[in-house]
């Protein structure tokens, strides 16, 4: 599913440091040079240790983001409200499992484990989406993370389908491929009930946008003015587009949508402006969004304390996955 400016942590990485020795200069200058035509780097070409760094952190968050995105999802698996709708949400949630381990392999070719990028999250040292840690309350909830979380994560992830660094790159093309079948079937979910559905029905479908409106907004990370790694991320090609130009691509796309839809956005500032064609929208409460990042929303306790559950629950399986492939090893070894 997501990410949020995967650049609000590391308040460290503001600025590139500075070559150690003259190898390292001429080495930071092809890739300088590289960056700057448009090349892909490969994982085992030369970066910068801070461009690594970057990487792996942004990465694994995003990783993290996948498969912790599993968790508000799969509460509703069991109720949701027809086999067709049971079966697509499975579906759904299936691929937030894949994109997570696509994600993870693409941060290992950096030199990190899983092991120990899961220890972070599940340590609770590495950070995950924040909109992940708002509970979903009804079945309308669904949905509308289809339309408007998902909606988001395309708006962020499209872009960095031309992240310089290749593997994250590529990760990112299949990925938005399925994105935009979350997108759709969370709108048609929607649009089921808004048109088909009962009055209580739309009503669950208002009551939902409203709560969901505003942290999918932040979804694309703080200010530009107070995002400390996004100019040296845009450097370097890993961020393409800035948060702020992002929300409002995002804002322009929806505002459309949720009038077919036959919903309010809750916001009373939301207006076209004829001038910049492009619309307003009122002020975002970045105390709340710092809040849920420190950890203190409504489900971050909930969420962590999952994951490490399903983690310390499937050790038998990696236990047996291992044992299984040394035995083919062996196997495979006596009969060469
Ligand atoms: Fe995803
Ligand atoms: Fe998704």
């Not at 067709?84 to 691929?95: E, N, P, S, T, Y």
């Not at 093309?173 to 994105?179: G, K, Q, T």
């Not at 200010?223 to 370097?236: E, F, G, K, T």
Request: hydrophobic share 40%; net charge negative.
């Amino acid at each position: 599913m997501y990410t949020q400016a995967m650049d609000t942590m590391g308040k460290d990485a503001t600025q590139a440091p500075v070559p150690r020795s003259a190898e390292e200069a001429r080495l930071q200058e092809r890739f300088d040079a590289r960056i700057d035509a448009g090349d892909f780097i490969e994982a085992k070409d030369w970066m910068p240790e801070h461009y690594r760094k970057t990487l792996v952190r942004q990465i694994s968050q995003h990783a993290h983001s996948e498969i912790v995105g599993m968790l508000p999802e799969g509460n509703w698996v069991t109720r949701a409200p027809t086999l067709k709708r049971k079966a697509i949400l499975l579906a759904k949630i299936q691929d937030e499992g894949g994109h997570g381990l696509y994600l993870y392999s693409a941060a290992e070719t950096l030199g990190t484990s899983r092991d120990a990028m899961l220890d972070a999250l599940h340590s609770g040292r590495a950070k995950y989406s924040s909109i992940f840690n708002y509970p979903t309350l009804t079945w309308a909830d669904v949905g509308v993370i289809g339309w408007l979380v998902d909606g988001a994560a395309i708006m962020n992830q499209v872009p960095l389908c031309r992240c310089s660094y290749a593997p994250y790159a590529r990760a990112m093309v299949r990925i938005c491929r399925e994105e935009s079948f979350h997108q759709r079937q969370g709108y048609d979910a929607l649009l089921v009930m808004m048109q088909k559905g009962t009055d209580a029905q739309r009503a669950m479908v208002q009551d939902a946008v409203n709560r969901w409106w505003w942290p999918s907004l932040m979804m694309f990370g703080p200010p530009d003015d107070q995002s400390p790694n996004s100019a040296l991320s845009m450097r370097w090609g890993i961020k393409r587009i800035s948060n702020d130009e992002l929300r409002q691509k995002f804002v322009d796309a929806t505002v459309p949508q949720a009038e077919v839809l036959g919903v309010q956005l809750p916001d009373p500032d939301l207006k076209w402006n004829e001038a910049r064609q492009h619309f307003d929208f009122g002020a975002i409460d970045w105390d709340e969004f710092w809040q849920v990042i420190g950890g203190n929303g409504p489900c971050n306790r909930e969420r962590l304390s999952a994951r490490v559950k399903a983690w310390e629950e499937g050790a038998w399986v990696r236990e047996a996955a291992l044992a299984h492939a040394s035995k083919q090893e062996k196997q495979e070894r006596v009969a060469a």
